[in-house]
Nanobody, 124 residues
Framework: VQFAESGGGVVLPGGSLRLSCTVS????????VGWLRQTPGKEREEVSCISPSDGKTYYADSVKGRFTISRDYAMNVVWLQMNSLKPEDSATYYC??????????????????WGEGTLVTVSS
């Protein structure tokens, strides 16, 4: 599985960014894909996931109502639209997959593979 992430950058609090991830690999259209984020010294956080089996989307409580995940299955592209950004959203964001057809496993999203990440900085 390979990931090509883009869209990170520096934005003012209250601003917006859209992250993009092109996923390549066998049968990726059948696998759940989402986003993780991590800041130095903190555990990696599950941010969002989209499930191909039922089309459902999942969000961390910290981003609900502000972030929206979407996907183009034909192009194997996943986006994360991030609005009303806060300084605490600053992190490296990683596109990831759990290689399953659904997001909600017994162990959270249980992502198994992820890309190199794109840095998001929210600062005035």
């Amino acid at each position: 599985v390979q990931f090509a992430e883009s869209g990170g950058g520096v934005v003012l609090p209250g601003g917006s960014l859209r992250l993009s991830c092109t996923v390549s690999g066998s049968d990726m259209e059948f696998h759940a894909v989402g986003w993780l984020r991590q800041t130095p010294g903190k555990e990696r956080e599950e941010v969002s996931c989209i499930s191909p089996s039922d089309g459902k989307t999942y969000y961390a409580d910290s981003v609900k109502g502000r972030f929206t995940i979407s996907r183009d299955y034909a192009m194997n592209v996943v986006w994360l639209q991030m609005n009303s950004l806060k300084p605490e959203d600053s992190a490296t964001y990683y596109c990831a997959t759990n290689m399953r057809s659904y997001c909600n496993t017994e162990n959270g999203y249980d992502m198994q593979f992820w890309g190199e990440g794109t840095l998001v900085t929210v600062s005035s």
